[in-house]
């Protein structure tokens, strides 16, 4: 079936930690790629998104994603959390599907950074 | 600016008993609506999305229905709630199919 993977359920690190969390879809063609962040008691917001070019992408507050298209992966990163960091992560993929783009979405990462 | 609500935040029902979750979405006009559903340990699952007043789509079969009486409003309802309808309902908009979807606060529906 089609999906969106993400590896880890529950990530805990220490401050100035670095932090990958894994996603993996497996879709084929072409897909745009997001990654989505949902800090305690707010909305659901945009990380950061890759559409096309170059396949490392910066988004908001130090994170960035690298596209691998021949791993089907799309992998966020930042060198070093803070406690502010502490937030759930989700990785979506938007798929033509039904005559419209559709936003498929991973089980999501709780991180939790410990100061 | 645009900016989207909704209610109530959270809310705990027996089973059986019917269900109105809303969205209202200010600050923009005639805008594409979504319905998303996280259950514990899961992806966000979209629901039903609509482009316009009265116009709805359906992704999934389910106890669950949408309506669109305004422009900028989005109602989630149940006749009779199921034990599995629990979850954190999600509400979101975006300016057409294709662009970014933009998201609601939610709401934790819980039922026992």
């Known amino acids: 079936a089609q999906s969106v993977s993400q590896h880890n359920h529950h990530v805990i690190l220490s401050e100035a930690a670095s932090l990958e969390l894994g996603c993996n879809y497996s879709y084929g063609g072409t897909v745009n790629l997001f990654w989505y962040v949902q800090y305690p008691g707010q909305h659901l917001q945009l990380l950061l998104k890759?559409?096309?070019?170059?396949?490392l992408v910066k988004g908001i507050k130090g994170f960035e994603a690298e596209f691998i298209k021949s791993k089907f992966s799309f992998n966020l990163r930042k060198p070093s959390v803070q406690w502010s960091d502490t937030a759930e992560y989700f990785c979506?993929?938007?798929?033509?599907?039904?005559?419209?783009?559709?936003?498929?979405f991973g089980a999501g990462t709780r991180l939790a950074v410990h100061p | 600016s645009q900016t989207i609500h909704q209610w109530p935040a959270t809310l705990v029902q027996p089973v059986g008993s019917p269900l109105s979750l809303e969205c209202t979405v200010e600050?923009?006009?005639?805008?594409?609506l979504y319905w998303y559903r996280q259950a514990a340990g899961r992806g966000l699952q979209l629901l039903f999305y609509?482009?316009?007043?009265?116009?709805i789509s359906s992704e999934v079969p389910q106890n669950l229905s949408a309506s669109r009486p305004q422009d900028r409003q989005f109602i989630l309802s149940s006749k009779k709630l199921l034990l599995s309808d629990s979850g954190f309902y999600l509400c979101?908009?975006?300016?057409?199919?294709?662009?970014?979807?933009?998201f609601g606060p939610g709401t934790r529906l819980t039922v026992t």
């Open positions: 979101a908009w975006s300016s057409g199919l294709n662009y970014e979807q933009y």
């Open positions: 600050g923009t006009s005639n805008p594409n």
């Open positions: 890759y559409f096309s070019g170059d396949p």
């Open positions: 979506a993929v938007k798929r033509f599907s039904g005559g419209y783009n559709k936003l498929i």
């Open positions: 609509s482009v316009g007043i009265g116009q």
